[in-house]
């Protein structure tokens, strides 16, 4: 890509041409939202409906709550129970594995820290919380615990089918969740012959990030998830030392991660947001990646256009 890379995630296929229209460079589509057929169907529409990159993004080594996860608003004080039934609790679905990780005390955070549990007690299949910060619980929406538990040895089953599905399409790229090695992005680009995006989303050494920079197309730093994990101090430190060194990555490096969240239910960006979306860009960032502005915000249109305009060289 040339110039400043604007990624647009979306969730309405019906709004691909007005974004395209508006400047963005690539789409990103989240692939653990939804089913494989309807990633199927999804890249058959935008084959013909869409001239831009599509990244597809695989979930990886990120804990996510359950596909089948209903709406509804938990409140500080609360408890809740993670895992299977009960009956007068409200449940939280999530899979085996993650309540394997669970222990009294530990706190997580759900959708970027939005909503903070604190687990109370755990058992073989379900754990209790008591709500710390409140909001509304979503499905599929990820989940952090801190220090992250997961390294990810190879991909999941569900990754390598949307992959075998997908790969033969010369507009997909993928882009992989929570890299912790450059073994994981290797594997994936040995199976599907395409362009990846390493998505940094815990901490490593930089050491780390250099190891993983050399296998990837791309890296992508998500301060959602980075900032869930390491908290606000810690997170400050890490964008730093990181920015310090972006050019050490020889590879584009885009920001991600509430770019310019104002924008999701207002028409225009906070003044902090433009000023710090012009000094990323000064600091060696090649683009960002708008998640909820794009896919779910009320102003998609704008926000591109705003970056556009703040990251212009004219």
């Not at 993650?98 to 997580?108: D, E, F, H, N």
């Not at 992508?220 to 869930?228: F, K, S, T």
């Not at 920001?255 to 960006?269: C, K, N, S, T």
């Not at 779910?296 to 556009?308: A, C, H, Q, R, S």
Request: proline residues 4%.
């Amino acid at each position: 890509m040339e110039g400043f890379s604007i990624v647009a995630t979306i969730s309405d296929r019906k709004a691909l041409k007005s974004i395209e229209m508006a400047g963005a460079t690539a789409i990103r589509f989240n692939s653990s939202h939804t089913t494989l057929e309807d990633i199927e169907k999804f890249i058959l529409y935008y084959a013909d409906n869409c001239s831009l990159p599509l990244y597809i993004d695989l979930q990886g080594a990120k804990l996510r709550l359950s596909r089948n996860q209903p709406v509804m608003e938990i409140k500080a004080g609360e408890q809740v129970i993670l895992g299977s039934q009960c009956s007068h609790l409200k449940i939280i679905a999530v899979d085996p594995r993650t309540l394997s990780y669970l222990s009294p005390g530990m706190k997580i955070s759900i959708e970027d820290g939005r909503i903070e549990l604190q687990v109370l007690k755990q058992e073989a299949d379900n754990a209790r919380a008591m709500v710390l910060r409140g909001g509304v619980i979503r499905p599929s929406k990820g989940m952090n615990i801190s220090p992250h538990p997961i390294n990810q040895i190879e991909l999941s089953s569900r990754d390598s089918d949307i992959v075998l599905a997908t790969r033969r399409h010369d507009f997909v790229r993928y882009a992989l969740s929570f890299v912790s090695s450059a073994s994981e992005v290797i594997e994936l680009k040995d199976l599907s012959g395409r362009p990846v995006a390493s998505k940094i989303e815990r901490e490593l050494p930089f050491s780390r990030v250099e190891e993983i920079s050399s296998s990837s197309d791309e890296i992508w730093l998500c301060r959602g998830d980075l900032g869930a994990q390491l908290g606000a101090r810690g997170l400050v430190d890490f964008y730093s030392y990181f920015s310090q060194n972006i050019r050490e990555l020889h590879k584009p490096v885009l920001m991600a991660g509430e770019v310019l969240e104002h924008m999701v239910d207002h028409p225009f960006a906070t003044r902090s947001e433009l000023c710090h979306l012009k000094d990323i860009q000064f600091r060696g960032f090649e683009g960002v990646v708008l998640s909820n502005e794009t896919a779910y915000g009320t102003f998609p249109i704008e926000t591109i256009k705003t970056v556009l305009e703040v990251t212009s060289d004219e």
